[in-house]
Nanobody, 122 residues
Framework: QLQLVESGGGLVQPGGSLRLSCAASGSTLDYYTIGWFRQAPGKEREGVSYITRNFGGTNYADSVKGRFTISRDSAKNTVYLQMNNLKPEDTAVYYC???????????????WGQGTQVTVSS
C-alpha cells in the first residue's frame, strides 16, 4: 500500500527558503498526480500545487505562484516543493497526497502523509 512521508519543514525567517520532500513507498509516484496542501491553525486545508502523472504538468495556487516550484524525481520516488521568498502567511502544516486527476481540491486526494510544519517568523 502506498505510504507518503513529508519532510523538510522548519522555522525560517521571512524571505527565506525551504525544500519539502514527499517520499513514497509501496508504489511508484509516477502512477499518480501528486498534490501539496497546507493547513494553518483555524483554517481549512488548501491546495498549494500539483504535478500530474502524465507529462509532469504543474499548477499553483495564486498565493504561491512565482515563489514555489514543484518537481518530481522518479529515481528517488519523491516529489519536492521548493519554497522561496517565504512569507509569514505561508506558515502551516504542509501535506502531500495523490490522485488520478489534475485537481487542487483536497477531497479528490487520498493516501495523505502526516505533514511537516513550516513556520515563517522573524
Amino acid at each position: 500500500q502506498l505510504q507518503l512521508v513529508e519532510s523538510g519543514g522548519g522555522l525560517v525567517q521571512p524571505g527565506g527558503s525551504l525544500r519539502l520532500s514527499c517520499a513514497a513507498s509501496g508504489s511508484t509516484l509516477d502512477y499518480y498526480t501528486i498534490g501539496w496542501f497546507r493547513q494553518a491553525p483555524g483554517k481549512e486545508r488548501e491546495g498549494v500545487s500539483y504535478i500530474t502523472r502524465n507529462f509532469g504538468g504543474t499548477n499553483y495556487a495564486d498565493s504561491v505562484k512565482g515563489r514555489f516550484t514543484i518537481s518530481r524525481d522518479s529515481a528517488k520516488n519523491t516529489v519536492y516543493l521548493q519554497m522561496n521568498n517565504l512569507k509569514p502567511e505561508d506558515t502551516a502544516v504542509y501535506y502531500c497526497a495523490v490522485t488520478w486527476r489534475a485537481t487542487m481540491v483536497p477531497d479528490d486526494y487520498g493516501y495523505w502523509g502526516q505533514g511537516t510544519q513550516v513556520t515563517v517568523s522573524s
